[in-house]
């Protein structure tokens, strides 16, 4: 069975960076479709961004522009580049790994922007 770990996650300010990582074990990552999604307290889960097993890439519309979603097939992982970061952006960020309907969720990392 697929374990999805992320991190990568912190406190930073408004207009600075992150990266999050999912590295994927148990699976043959390639095939998957991946994606980042993220949710805060109260609110629903929300997709963030979202990469497929052949690279087609898809973002949400408070992201665009500012969050890039990539993946290393041969390291097993999934990113997240965080520019430009805004406090509407905090919320626990998931990793997700689907195909078809099989799906899977890491445990989740926090990203907190405040200054």
């Known amino acids: 069975q697929v374990q999805l770990v992320e991190s990568g996650g912190g406190l930073v300010q408004p207009g600075g960076s992150l990266r999050l990582s999912c590295a994927a074990s148990?699976?043959?990552?390639?095939?998957?479709?991946m994606g980042w999604y993220r949710q805060a307290p109260g609110k629903q889960r929300e997709l963030v961004a979202r990469i497929t097993s052949v690279g087609s890439t898809n973002y949400a519309d408070s992201v665009k522009g500012r969050f890039t979603i990539s993946r290393d097939n041969a390291k097993n992982t999934v990113y997240l580049q965080m520019n430009n970061l805004k406090p509407e952006d905090t919320a626990v960020y998931y990793c997700?790994?689907?195909?078809?309907?099989?799906?899977?969720w890491g445990q989740g990392t926090q990203v907190t922007v405040s200054s």
């Open positions: 148990g699976s043959i990552f390639s095939i998957y479709n």
């Open positions: 997700n790994m689907g195909l078809g309907s099989f799906s899977s």
